[in-house]
Structures are given as structure tokens and as C-alpha cells.
């Protein structure tokens, strides 16, 4: 069994610790976990990992948030991997820091790279896992919230949430959606 983990955020050292690359910091943790490394190839840096005899495809698209699609779908078919083994993770303004959230389905929420996916597969039927980053900008201000680095008081908190996000990967691969969600969501 294959599984395409797609963790969201924008390439290169400027929005490297910027709320809205949660999902390639999550994608790296659970990589680093499993022994797994990194490589540029087409249209995403890509480690490939073994766990509990599944084979996970982590993918971090190089096409910057708003173009997440190509690279997600170029993946799919590249690795053959269905719609019902992929889950994307992002962040959420919508929840509050360190808030995780599953969902089999659903729309983008006014989320970009959501947007872009859902465009470029033509289906919101697939699973993502949402990254509460909290919402605490004044009106008009959301782009420099998201880009913006994280406060001391969530980076302490990091790597217990980091740990939790990556919990709901493992479920994902092993029990399935349904169960992780049921498992972890409110966690």
C-alpha cells in the first residue's frame, strides 16, 4: 500500500518558519522520524519512508503555495497512488494554534493551495489534515499573519503539537480515516 502525504508551504529560506509552511515542517518530522531525506525532483522535494510495512510518498511541492495542485496530482500519477491514500496538511486561520483537525472531504475554506488541489484534481474528495495557526491579525492583515513567524509561546508548544500531527499520519496509513478521526480529532 502507497501513501501520498502532501504537507503545504512555500519553498525557500523565507518561509521557512512562517505559519503558513506548518505543512512542510510536519511532512519533515515525519520524515526525520523514519530515517527519511529529502530530494528535489520534479515539481517537489520527496522522501520516500517504510512504516508498518506501507510505503509513504512525503512531498513538499517546489510550486509555491498557489500552484500546490500540479505538483500533488504529478505525484499521483507518477507513484500510482489513488485519491483515497492522499492527505494534504496546511494551516487553518480558522482554528486556534496547534488545533489539529481531519476531514475526508470538504472545501478549501478560501485556503489557496486548498484551492489549487481541489482545481487541479477536480475533486474536494480528498483527505487534509488542518493545522490550527490561530487568527490573531487585524482586518486586512491575514497574508502578513500567515507569512509571519511564529510567537515564542506557540514555538514552545511545537514540538508536542508536531508530535500529534504526526500521529495522525501514522493512523492514516494503518487505520484509515474514519478511525484517526475518530481517535485524534480534539486532541
Known sequence: MKYLIVGLGNPGSKYENTRHNIGFRVVES???????????????????????GRTIVLIKPTTFMNLSGKAVNYWMQQEKIPLENVLVI???????????????????GGHNGLKDIQTALNSAGYARLRFGVGS???????VNYVLG?????????????????KEFIKGFATIGLSRTMSNWNNK
Open 30 to 52: 515525519f520524515a526525520k522520524e523514519h530515517e527519511g531525506n529529502f530530494s528535489l525532483d520534479k515539481q517537489a522535494e520527496v522522501s520516500r519512508v517504510k512504516f508498518k
Open 90 to 108: 496546511t494551516d487553518d486561520i480558522a482554528l486556534p494554534f496547534g488545533k489539529l483537525r481531519m476531514r475526508g472531504k470538504g472545501s478549501d
Open 136 to 142: 490573531e491579525f487585524n482586518p486586512g492583515k491575514q
Open 149 to 165: 513567524e511564529w510567537h515564542l509561546e506557540e514555538q514552545a508548544q511545537m514540538g508536542e503539537r508536531l508530535e500529534v500531527a
